[in-house]
């Protein structure tokens, strides 16, 4: 029993960093119809700059601040480069993105080398059942409800937020409404590299990054936002949460060494039957 | 009803190509895509390209010859990219599928060759099941895999690389993250390929059977369809393309072409291990076919030319004296990326397709004596089309 | 609703462009690739005048439409709208799935420095009352009458000094497009809007515009009061033989053409 509340609640603090990086890699996509390539990448920037904040003697809180602050001046950068020149088809950009990763695996190799790196989160455990959690795991969790929580009301609640949600459901129309769909872009990148700069200063204390890191945050972000299509949070929550759950529950019962692989084959067989569903004739034309 | 509204936007073009293209009823020479042209034989380009092809040949026979002995691992290297990225770039260019796994195939053939010649199995028949054994995986799991399309696609080609890699690193049989060890170097009709000029002229030799299977394929009729198949499915499906075996097809051909270069390069080193066909090696494969020129041969020849002698001079650069150790790794991700964005931005049909539209304008303006930029091939229409991405799907 | 930074382009007074309009369109010529979808145009639309553009399928009214609203830059010519112009799209182009409110919120995006009061919507509910009882309604459920409805009170958010009307009845009943011709006659004689309609319907569009211009591949091939055009035989011939309805086929090509 203790042992599977352990199991749950780390996959449930990992699964939240997963669905983070989804919520990112959702809002860009609604926006932009681009899938970012680079959206882990936030993730390691954001993690790795508040290690080094933290160890130049920033508190914590304004360390993390900072570093997600950081993330979403990246994600602003990649959105200039992806969508920023018009007639950039959206797989176009989305080499772009993979483009910009590589730029970004230069710039942090020169600033934080190429060992992975950690720095100590909330301290202290609890004890729930026989199970010894980490509080570092509650954090996560709340900070990652917050986020999604605050995101919702963005995208339901204030013009911006459903000024975004139109250029996605019909550029022309935004456009004939006079709202800047290349600005909105922009928007939605920045906010897309916050996202993942707040799953970012939140996982690395579970787990060290390196700037190479990216690559499977990225699979498991997009793994669980294929849930909800790249285009719904809801799904995306979900999908990251199941996956989270699933590795911890695969690397606690059976084989650590096997997590990622229940995770990825999880993703193509949720995107193989999601294709069934579809035709390319209703693709293409929901283009 | 044509609405003018959807003239303004890129898709109101497309479909219609791809009729064109699929019908193939009135193919007039003049509005012959980039990507035809490079393949195929457009008249009026024929002669500069014989003379370069029989110049190429000539230089390529000479090099192993001709470089210092220190250089012709880098050749050797070069043209196994070159193999791989042929079949990469004609499932990009032509079946308009992302695949950023291709060195999953290029791992199965080196492993296929690697297995069967250390349990004692003749060497060539390890090197002929090699891109056997990579066309018939990818075309077990291209079934499901390619009802994927465009950014799906990508993540699932990835993820099945990962997979792959995860599950080799942890098999007894496949010695784990050990690798494989003591591969026999390739002995064919008696004949042992033991140095690396011999091996430079093997991989030449199968480069040269990947450009013209590759030729054959994308001109036989099969190839117009595929033509089509990059713009639009649908299109393609209603002028009576078979696109699902098609894409099939090419699939399996690629990774056919990644698995003879994997079979090459095990008995080249005589070593494999997971590591030695990261994730981020299938990313260099697709940053040397968007460099070159998706669909073109000579763009997956140019694209790995280039990026191969790039790292090599970035390589040499970064292990000078005085710098530091991590100075390799960050130039050549720099120049990566660089590269990358660059091109996709500003030249997004590629190196070569550019230089070839480039080159065809300057003629025809020479020509007609003015400028009268309707007619190269690879117009404004074609180029829209082979958009470094677009050329891999139909959007989302 | 493009703001009116444009007519910096084209300073009052202009040759060709009459201090007073607030559409002026001088010279224009649009290109989609090496197709000439409009062909050196020049209109005018005077404060408070409502103008009509005919013509039939794909003889450019729309390029020329989204030229006026800055959506396409003209390959030459000049475009100079005074004040704002606020267009009413062609296939009604809703965001299928917010509520009416929000679509109407969302047309009032270019007044958004303006503060929460260009947000009212109540002034579009006085002049357009139909759409209170929809408010909270998502558009992609609105039936086409009210769809269109909702794309003018849209359009009205952003407080324009002259509206933009892509095809009014496309898809349309006529008992409904009727209704919403009135209230475009409504807006043009009380309030002093100046409408340019865009139609395929000929007879409707000079029934409500006082001057047209008629359009065919790409260029001008008749302009002037809409009495006289009504009357000259070639118009009448061309344009208004056939069916006064609209043929009812267009419906379901909207949305993803945009």
């Known amino acids: 029993m203790s042992e599977f509340v352990q199991y749950l609640v780390s996959g449930l603090a990992v ?4 669905a983070l990086l989804a919520s990112g ?83 942090e190799i020169v600033i934080w080398g190429e060992d992975p790196r950690s720095f100590p989160g909330l301290g202290g455990a609890v004890e729930i059942a026989g199970a010894h959690l980490q509080k570092q795991y509650f954090l996560v969790i709340g900070a990652a409800a917050l986020a999604f929580a605050a995101l919702g009301l963005f995208f339901t609640r204030t013009l911006l937020g459903k000024a975004l949600g ?90 650590a060494s096997y997590q990622s692989v229940v995770a990825l084959a999880l993703m193509l067989a949720v995107m193989v039957w999601r294709a069934s569903q579809h035709t390319a004739l209703q693709e293409e034309a929901s283009l | 009803m044509n609405k003018p509204t959807t003239q303004t936007r890129s898709q109101g073009g497309p479909p219609t190509r791809a009729r064109r293209a699929a019908g193939k009823r009135s193919p007039a020479p003049a509005r012959t895509p980039a990507r035809l042209a490079a393949f195929g034989p457009a008249a009026r380009l024929r002669r500069p390209r014989v003379l370069a092809v ?71 028949l390890g090197l002929a099941a090699a891109p056997l054994a990579a066309a018939v995986v990818a075309a077990v799991i291209g079934v499901p895999l390619l009802r994927l399309r465009g950014h799906q696609l990508a993540f699932a080609t990835l993820a099945m690389q990962l997979i792959l890699l995860n599950v080799v690193g942890q098999q007894e049989w496949t010695g784990g993250d050990i690798g494989l060890q003591g591969v026999p170097r390739l002995t064919v009709a008696g004949y042992e390929f033991s140095s690396a000029t011999s091996y430079a002229y093997l991989t030449l030799a199968a480069l040269a059977l990947v450009v013209i299977v590759t030729r054959n394929v994308v001109a036989s009729r099969p190839g117009r369809g595929l033509r089509a198949l990059a713009t639009s499915e649908v299109a393609a499906e209603s002028a009576g393309v078979p696109v699902v075996a098609y894409k099939l097809a090419v699939f399996s051909l690629s990774a056919g072409f990644a698995g003879l270069a994997g079979g090459i390069y095990a008995f080249y080193t005589g070593y494999l291990a997971p590591g030695s066909f990261p994730v981020l090696l299938s990313f260099e494969f697709v940053v040397m076919a968007v460099i070159g020129g998706l669909g073109t041969v000579w763009g997956a020849l140019a694209g790995a030319a ?35 964005v660059l091109v996709v931005l500003y030249l997004p049909r590629g190196l070569v397709p550019s230089a070839t539209a480039w080159w065809e304008r300057r003629r025809a303006r020479r020509r007609s004596g003015g400028p009268h930029d309707d007619s190269p091939a690879a117009g404004a229409g074609a180029g829209r089309g082979a958009d470094a991405g677009a050329a891999a799907g139909k959007g989302t | ?53 005919v013509g039939p399928n794909g003889a450019g009214k729309t390029s020329l439409v989204n030229t006026i609203m800055g959506l396409i830059r003209p390959a030459a010519g000049r475009v100079a709208v005074r004040g704002r112009a606020a267009l ?53 459920t609105l039936s086409g009458g009210e769809q269109q409805m909702v794309a003018f009170g849209r359009a009205l958010m952003a407080d324009p000094d002259v509206l933009v009307i892509d095809e009014l009845s496309l898809g349309l009943a006529p008992l409904i497009t009727a209704a919403l ?40 091939r008749a302009e002037g009061p809409s009495a006289r055009l009504a009357e000259s035989a070639e118009v009448a011939a061309a344009y208004l033989g056939g069916p006064a309805e609209p043929p009812p086929a267009a419906g379901g090509a909207e949305g993803d053409g945009a």
Not at chain 1, 81 to 103: C, E, N, Y
Not at chain 2, 81 to 99: D, E, F, H, K, R
């Open chain 2, 54 to 124: 029989v110049a190429l040949c000539a230089a390529a026979l000479a090099l192993p010859q001709v470089l210092p002995a220190s250089d012709v691992p880098v050749l050797v290297t070069l043209l196994l990219s070159a193999i791989v990225v042929t079949g990469l770039s004609m499932l990009m260019g032509y079946a308009g599928q992302i695949s950023l796994g291709h060195a999953a195939f290029y791992l199965i053939g080196a492993y296929t060759a690697a297995l069967l010649a250390t349990h004692g199995r003749p060497t060539w």
């Open chain 3, 1 to 53: 609703m493009t703001s009116s930074t444009r007519d910096s382009a084209a300073p009052p007074g202009a040759p060709g462009a009459p201090a007073a309009a607030v559409v002026a369109v001088d010279d224009v010529v649009v290109r989609h690739g090496t197709a000439t979808a409009v062909d050196r145009v020049t209109l005018t639309v005077a404060p408070g005048e409502a103008v009509a553009l």
């Open chain 1, 25 to 107: 890699l959702v809002t860009i996509h609604r926006v932009t119809r681009v899938v970012n390539f680079a959206q882990g990448m936030f993730a390691v920037v954001a993690g790795l700059t508040a290690g080094s904040l933290l160890s130049a003697g920033l508190p914590h809180g304004l360390a993390e601040a900072v570093a997600v602050l950081t993330a979403g001046a990246a994600g602003l950068l990649v959105g200039v480069a992806a969508v920023g020149r018009r007639g950039t088809s959206p797989q176009s950009a989305l080499i772009v993105t993979l483009g910009i990763g590589f730029l970004a695996y230069a710039v």
């Open chain 1, 166 to 255: 139109a250029c996605a459901s019909n550029p022309y129309a935004a456009r004939a409404v006079g709202i800047d769909v290349t600005r909105m872009g922009l928007v939605a990148f920045t906010l897309g590299g916050v996202l993942g700069g707040v799953a970012g200063v939140l996982v690395t204390p579970l787990q060290s990054l390196s700037y190479n890191s990216d690559v499977l945050l990225i699979t498991n972000g997009f793994a669980a936002a294929i849930l909800g299509g790249l285009t719904r949070l809801g799904p995306a929550l979900a999908g990251g949460l199941a996956l989270g759950v699933a590795e911890s529950m695969v690397a606690g019962y059976y084989e």
């Open chain 3, 181 to 220: 011709a009135d209230h475009l006659r409504e807006l043009n004689a009380v309030r002093g809007l100046a409408l340019l309609l865009i139609e395929q319907n000929a007879r409707l569009a000079l029934e409500l515009c006082t001057r047209a211009y008629v359009l065919e591949s790409g260029r001008v």
């Open chain 1, 15 to 18: 699964g939240c960093s997963f």
């Open chain 3, 88 to 140: 009413v799209p062609e296939g009604r182009q809703m965001f299928p799935d917010l509520d009416v409110e929000d679509n109407l919120r969302l047309g009032a995006w270019p007044l958004r420095s303006r503060g929460a009061a260009a947000r009212d919507t109540s002034r579009v509910y006085e002049v357009l009352p139909d759409l209170a009882g929809i408010r909270r309604r998502k558009a992609g």
């Open chain 2, 306 to 340: 280039v990026i191969t002698l790039l790292l090599q001079e970035l390589n040499e650069l970064g292990t000078a004296e005085g710098m530091p150790g991590s100075a390799p790794a960050v130039l050549s991700y720099a120049v990566y990326g660089l590269l990358l």
